[in-house]
């Protein structure tokens, strides 16, 4: 499989299992001879379109089948899928399509849709009826044609083509007639602007296919497996162990959006032997809802989830029977770079992450003079080798600070390898904060407020400060239910840590501001400081 087009995967899968169930969302399954039959008429398509190869087309819509038959659509086709963030707005929305040189932009409409795309469209782009006439938006006049699925007659009046007349009685393509070189871009990503605009990431076939493979020897995936993974389709946390499934034969059950119910009903009926909640908000939910009561935990023979060390072991004791994996990694470097190793006992998967995969070179170095860390030493984690992204679209500036003179890739995450050349993860360079001139790991904080009982999530930043430099402020939220004042967690703290680490502020929140899958900590920053009455920085 490493070094393969994406859309050899997909053929391959085709060939070999024809009639196994791939694809499942509510209502909709696809078979593997039906995915890449599907795929092949989107690549058709697309050629009909006039698109070329390399071209960038964008697409914006809520996980659904639509989605990742575009997705494949393009990779057959050979130009690059630009999966933007379905949560944006118009201010996010407006900059990616123009930043990624969209010529074609594929969404969709929905009556029960949280999003209303083409209403977005129209507020972002004011002048989109010039598509009309072969002009593209001011802002993004690259853009010449948005296509629009789903519930499309609803929409009439727009200057955009209606995917399923596109598409009636039009032939799959003939892979042949599309000859893509397995090292050309198949998928442009956006990071998730936790501190400025998104950056985009030009990934290609050969990256993506020898991840998967990396992926499939690491967690050995199989035909009968049958994977459960809510998290969205433009991020390749959900992306690449899809194609781990697909590589080897096996179920992938998805959903528009997570509802606890929705993913049980699911997991049940299917009977699901993966689950990657991935993340503790998505655990969280899943385990606390009644039917959980329901599942035979024997079943499930793999879960990931990412989460401090006491989170993981409630985990492992409420799935007993379940390897638990953690995993670390970054869009620049084709997404995961570890995952635990199923081997390991609970207490090292419980604390360490596990080998690079074999796709994937990476090494600690201290972050300010370069030097290699010894065993257990922390310091910066840098990757290197063929899964590292060639550099940010269009941001040289960006470029020259993200790769280091030999050529590696500064994650600015702190991490130590200790004599196994496991990962231990320890959080952001710019979360650690400095306290009259004491390091705190904010990711420390976060762990420690994370074992109150009635703590369900909790993020910390940093607070400008005249004496100290900075002071720790943390942001709860409770599990449902829960009655805890801020004082009593900030004494729960202070029994337990030195006081520098104590957070000065603690406020109690219900939503948090996201990007694709990260906290926007930028954003709880700025709101705490404009509440302290504190000037911007």
Known sequence: MSGKRLGELLADSGRHWPRHTALVFPGQRLSYAELYRESRRRAAALESLGIQPGEHVGILMPNSVDFLLWMFGCALHGSVAVLINAR???AELGYVVANADLSCLITRHDRQAHQDYPSLLRET?????????????????????????????ECLDGPWLHAADLLHGLEPLDPALRPVPADAPCLMLYTSGTTSHPKGCLLSHRQLTAKTAAIVERLQFRDSDCQWNPLPLFHLAS???????????????????????????QIL????????????????????????????TRQIRLINNVAP???LRENMRLLPHSVHISAYGLTEGTGISCYSHPEDDNETRATRIGRPLADTQLRIVD????????????????LGGGSVFAGYYKAPEANASAFTADGWLRT????????????????RLKDTLKVGGENVSALEIESLLSTHPAVKMVQVVGLPD???????????????????????????????VASFKVPRHLRFVSDWPMSATKVQKFRLREQLMRELGLPAA
Request: charged share 25%.
């Open 239 to 265: 992306l690449l162990p899809m194609l781990a499934s697909f590589a080897t034969g096996g179920r992938y059950l998805s959903d528009s959006h997570f509802d606890a119910a929705r993913a049980w009903e």
């Open 125 to 153: 782009f004011p002048d989109l009826d010039n598509l009309a006439a072969g002009l593209g938006p001011a802002e993004a006049p690259a853009l010449q044609r948005i296509l629009l699925c789903g519930d499309a007659g």
């Open 367 to 382: 972050p300010e003079t370069g030097a290699p860390c010894t065993a257990d030493q922390r310091g910066e984690i840098q």
């Open 88 to 90: 944006y707005k118009s």
């Open 466 to 496: 005249p004496r100290l430099e900075e002071i720790v402020a943390a942001f709860v939220e409770l599990k449902p239910g829960a009655d805890c004042k801020a004082d009593a967690l900030i004494d729960y703290c202070r029994e337990r």
């Open 309 to 311: 060390p006491d989170r």
């Open 412 to 427: 600015g995450d702190l991490g130590a390898l200790d004599a196994q050349g496991r990962l231990a993860y320890h959080g």
């Open 269 to 296: 009926a299917e009977g699901a032997t993966i689950l990657y909640p991935a993340f503790p908000t998505v655990m969280s939910e899943l385990v606390s809802h009644p039917r959980f009561s329901e599942l035979d």
